[in-house]
């Protein structure tokens, strides 16, 4: 990334799946000599501010100072396309919120169908959404992140 979008620093955010965010968080308990005591953990987590509750896509613990936003729906089970990769891996994004651009057209369709058998009324909706990134050199995309299994 340029050093003109890392200048803005407060602004970026990485986005990544639930498991890579797991396994960072794990990660944060491992010292030289083995795992942190569950007490030490709990020291920890009130003390770096690590979160690990809240609902899916909440922002834990910042990763070198900038925030972590859970995208629970990220693919984490594709292969690794370097050499000798096993297991499933995932990405992890950097860029600002603002730089990714959401659109949903306005024809939306709406069908209503009563089940008898049922007793209920099922809706159907149908709408066109599309994604963008605004600018490139504003968003950095790490590939081939190992899921722990």
């Known amino acids: 990334m340029p050093r003109k979008y890392m200048q803005r620093r407060n602004g970026l955010k990485f986005f990544t799946g639930s498991n890579l965010i797991q396994d960072y968080l794990y990660g944060l308990t491992q010292t030289a000599s083995g795992l942190i ?3 030490q953990v709990a020291e920890g987590v009130t003390r ?3 979160r690990t509750d809240g609902p899916a896509g909440f922002s834990s613990t910042p990763m070198f100072g900038i925030p972590t936003q859970e995208v629970p729906l990220f ?3 594709v292969d690794g396309d370097y050499s000798g990769a096993t297991g499933d891996h995932g ?18 369709q709406v069908y209503r169908e009563f089940k008898p058998k049922k007793d209920t009324i099922e809706y159907t909706m149908y709408c066109r959404v599309g994604t963008q990134i605004e600018n490139a050199d504003a968003f950095v995309v790490v590939k081939n992140i190992k899921v722990s299994s």
């Not at 990405?91 to 939306?108: H, S």
């Open 75 to 77: 693919l984490e089970t």
């Open 91 to 108: 990405d992890l994004w950097l860029t600002f919120p603002q730089n990714m651009l959401w659109g949903v057209k306005r024809e939306i």
């Open 48 to 50: 770096n501010g690590v």
């Open 37 to 39: 005591s569950l007490e």
